[in-house]
């Protein structure tokens, strides 16, 4: 199940196997120490042209919390079965979410739009 309000989502990569991938401080520090590089340039990278090693090491990363038994070499595997594009659609989604303010994930989570606001004091 995608919770984008704690910053996490669904991986689908079999009908028996579902991953929930968890982008937390944690996650992203690993990712950070890993591939020595900030999360922000991961960022651009995975959104641009993502190298491999780089979609294997935030796969993996993103894994641990909930999967402790998935290795990198698993990572890779599930990328070559889920699809290359499924799966770093899945990546940008878990890093957006990572980053947006506590109410504009409840928001894009939810699907409701933040609240505007109204006219203050009487009108004339």
Known sequence: MTNLLR???????SKDEVLSLVFDF??????????????FQIMAQVQGAPRLGLL?????AATRERHPQITPARAGQIIQQVGLVKVTEKLVAGL???QAPPDESAGAAEGVADPQP?????ST
């Not at 910053?7 to 990569?13: P, T």
């Not at 294997?56 to 993996?60: M, P, V």
């Not at 109204?118 to 009487?122: D, E, M, R």
Request: aromatic letters at 2%.
């Open 7 to 13: 910053a996490e989502v669904s991986l689908e990569v």
């Open 26 to 39: 944690d996650t992203l520090v690993s990712v950070e120490d890993q591939l020595d590089k900030s999360i």
């Open 56 to 60: 294997r090491a935030l796969l993996w």
């Open 96 to 98: 957006k979410a990572s």
């Open 118 to 122: 109204g006219p203050t004091g009487p």
